[in-house]
């Protein structure tokens, strides 16, 4: 990460953000099935094994208290104590404990079959072969 990038984060109550009393997120932690639907496609990252994690790479992460985090980009990767994420909108930072968090990542293959599946749908949809209703 370079001094402009650094530049450009801004740390996890730095800003100007008031929490309230319930997020979307308590929403989601307060709901197992929720929390299985909102990892489907993601796959657990045993703690040995994140420090192969790049930047750039988006995670999910289930706390020890078992709430749920929709995570964001890692942008430092100091593996075996913490990573740091970044969310790409706001531009905010914050360290995740990686002994103390579930760490997720997308599965790529899921990911690509999506992908493909669109393309499909797209060009049928493209050369008139389907429909979409609303």
Do not use: A, C
């Amino acid at each position: 990460m370079d001094k402009k990038d650094k530049k450009q984060h801004i740390r996890i109550g730095d800003d100007d953000y008031i929490r309230p009393s319930i997020t979307k997120q308590d929403i989601i932690s307060s709901n197992k099935k929720e929390i299985k639907d909102r990892l489907e496609d993601w796959i657990l990252v045993p703690n040995e094994y994140i420090y192969k994690l790049d930047n750039g790479v988006w995670i999910k992460y289930v706390s020890h208290e078992g709430l749920y985090r929709n995570g964001g980009v890692i942008i430092n990767n100091s593996s075996p104590e913490y990573i740091v994420l970044k969310n790409p909108i706001n531009k905010i930072t914050w360290s995740v404990n990686i002994k103390k968090n579930h760490i997720f990542i997308e599965d790529q293959d899921k990911k690509k079959e999506k992908e493909q599946m669109k393309n499909l749908l797209y060009d049928l949809w493209k050369k008139g072969d389907i429909e979409i209703e609303k």
